[in-house]
Structure formats: structure tokens, C-alpha cells
């Protein structure tokens, strides 16, 4: 991609930033904290946040479960959706990015409504259904891609007819195309793919999306 276009789609996200999503020092505080911590810049756009938000909140979603939460960010704008009643349980391999996130819910005074579980997520989803878990709502998976088939699959005995499962990270530079990609993560999102195309319980669609994370998108799913 000419790297001239990049840049434009990067001013037009910062353009409807600047527009509709207004000061937010809280959210600007998480990724201050997150990169002085180290953690990769692999968050959510405010756009999209913005979106998982609305998605969230005209779905009237009150049970959210998220796995891969690296330092929280995209958790606050689901914790936010929820409000006080609700309940995000979000799962993270990794203790320091863990950690990061416990802190960064506090500061954003919406850790009374999030349950940060360290694990491996393919163990904590099949802990949660072996508890009996109530179904959820919406479900977003932005882990690590190798493990997407996986992750679908755990998802749904989580889910409920209804449920909106939302998957990051489907397009990644249009390399999802490439079928003799040895890349784990083409070849796991490939596989999620194939695996929620030949199920008839999910009715699917991508939304492709460019601006500040670049080119990449969404896949969208609901449950039958
Ligand atoms: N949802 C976040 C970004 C998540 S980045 C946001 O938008 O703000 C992906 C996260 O998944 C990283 O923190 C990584 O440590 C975590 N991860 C990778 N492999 C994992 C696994 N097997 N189980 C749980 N989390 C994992
Ligand atoms: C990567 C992972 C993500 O979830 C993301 O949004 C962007 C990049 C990555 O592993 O490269
Ligand atoms: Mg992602």
C-alpha cells in the first residue's frame, strides 16, 4: 500500500476522532500507561472502540466476554457499554499485561464490572463452560489468531441464540487471501474462516475497515 494513502486514512480517523469522540482523558491515560509498561500498540482505534461500544450497547449487551486484553483499553469501552450492572470477564496469557489492565480498569473506575482472568485462554473458556457459565452476550476474540479455530469453537458453547461474537484482525493487509501463507496467524484466521462458513448455526459477514491500525477488519457473527 502507497504509504501516502496510509497517512490519509490515518488523518480521515483522526478527523472523525477529532469530531465525534471528543476528549477522553481516562482512554488517553491507558495507552500513556500501556506504552510506558512496554506493551505492544495492538489496541483497538478510538473509532473502533467507539464502535464495539455502540455495537455493544445497541445489542443492549450486560454479559461480555473478551479474550486477549492486553492492557485493557478495548475493555473499558465494553465496560463502559455495560454500565454498573453489567459484566466483562476478559482473558490474558500474559501476568504483565494482566497486571496492566487490573491497573488501567481501576483508573478508568470500571473495575467493579470486569473480572481480569490470567490463563491461557482455550483453559479459562473451557473452566468457564465447565462452571456452567450464564451465556453471553457478545463475545470478542483478539488473541493470538493460531488459536481463532479454538477459540470459535469454546465461544460458542458460551453462546446463546442471539449471541454476537466479533473477531479482530480478520484481514490483516489483505493476507487473509493468500491460501499458501505459512504464517500461523493467516493460517489460523483461514481456518476460523472456513470453520464458521461451513456452520450453519452463524450467520457472518467482514467489515473491512483502514484507518489508524491501518488495513484489517472485522468478522461478525450471529448465533442461530
Ligand atoms: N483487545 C485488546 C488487544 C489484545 S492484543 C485491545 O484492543 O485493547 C492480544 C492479547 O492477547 C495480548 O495481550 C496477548 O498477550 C494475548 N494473548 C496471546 N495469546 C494468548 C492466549 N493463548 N491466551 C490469552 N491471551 C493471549
Ligand atoms: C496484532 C494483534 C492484534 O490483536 C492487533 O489488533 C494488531 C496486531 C499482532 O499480533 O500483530
Ligand atoms: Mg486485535
Redesign the pocket.
Known sequence: MPPEDDSRWRLTDEYFERHLCGEDPALRDVLARNAAAGLPN???STLQGSFLNLLARATGAQRIL??????????IWFARAVGATGKVIT????AH?AETARHNLQAAGVADRVEVVHG???ESLSQLALANAPAFDLI?I???KP?NPGYLERSLELARKGTLIIA?NVVRDGQVIEDGSTDPRVVGVRRFIDAVGQNPRLGATVLQTVGAKGWDGFAMLLVD
Open positions: 495492538h489496541d483497538v473478551e479474550i486477549g486484553t492486553l492492557g485493557g483499553y478495548s475493555t482473558l490474558e496469557a500474559n499485561h491461557p485462554a482455550l470478542f483478539d488473541a493470538d488459536n479482530d
